[in-house]
């Protein structure tokens, strides 16, 4: 070899530089062994498990939006058919309507005619001890609905049977009239400490509100169509186009 020292083989620096590779590796790029494969795979079905259990947890099996949460439904305003009536009391010793009677029957007139058209029935007792004093103020009250304008062919007078011994039975006014109106208030299904997680509003809420506006409304019809228009005030439509027109304030004027 002429003193020459031998050369390694190229196969010889292949296998040196890979056993240099594999001692040198950090021990995170080693492949994990079966038991460590399987401790992932148990971790991650148990995530799973509680994941899902986490998403089908329920604290009521009823859809929420199957419940009317809105007040307006639980209380509609709707139009009927109601008989409104007046009791006027009568004491054995009257002989003839006081001031405060003639203004309440000329109140009721008047309800009657801005809400209906039909028939007003005036009941009077009969058998009672002031059968005698109601027959005579059952008579004027008639007179005092003809003279508030509702036509005498409208107006029936009729009686109904009272007891001698109950107390002063009193002279009814009657009709029939459209009317808007909901449903009484009052109605408690449920304890109010059981609905706090729901966060919702108790059946009662919004009662007494839809009772005031169903009371307020002039006309039931109005609920359904708006009324038309009346005819414009041509001078006062004069009058504000020509202070516009003038830079003036319209409003004070």
């Known amino acids: 070899m002429n003193g020459e020292a031998r050369r390694p083989m190229k196969s010889d620096l292949t296998r040196m530089a890979e056993s240099h590779h594999t001692m040198s590796a950090p021990a995170s790029h080693k492949q994990p062994g079966p038991a460590r494969r399987a401790a992932f795979v148990a971790a991650t079905m148990a995530m799973a498990a509680m994941l899902t259990a986490c998403g089908s947890l329920k604290t009521d099996g009823t859809q929420t939006n199957s419940i009317p949460d809105d007040y307006r439904t639980r209380h509609p305003i709707t139009l009927t058919e109601v008989e409104h009536t007046l009791d006027i009391p009568v004491a054995s010793g009257d002989r003839k309507m006081t001031i405060g009677m003639r203004d309440t029957v000329a109140g009721f007139s008047s309800d009657y005619r801005s809400s209906s058209s039909g ?19 059952g008579r004027e009250a008639r ?12 107006i029936i007078m009729t009686s109904y049977q009272a007891d001698p011994r109950g107390d002063a039975a009193p002279i009814r006014l009657s009709y029939v009239a459209t009317t808007a109106i909901t ?4 109605n408690w299904p449920a304890d109010l400490t059981n609905n706090t ?51 003036d304030d319209t409003s004070s004027n």
């Open 143 to 154: 007179s005092v609905l003809v003279q508030k304008g509702i036509p005498g062919k409208r």
């Open 119 to 137: 028939a007003v029935q005036i009941m009077v007792p009969l058998g009672s001890a002031n059968a005698g004093a109601a027959a005579q103020l």
């Open 197 to 247: 997680l729901a966060n919702k509003n108790w059946d009662n809420f919004g009662c007494a509100t839809q009772n005031n506006l169903a009371a307020q409304i002039a006309s039931p019809t109005d609920l359904v169509a708006p009324r038309g228009m009346t005819p414009i005030d041509a001078a006062r439509r004069s009058t504000v186009i020509g202070l516009y027109r003038d830079g």
């Open 183 to 186: 449903n009484q208030c009052g």
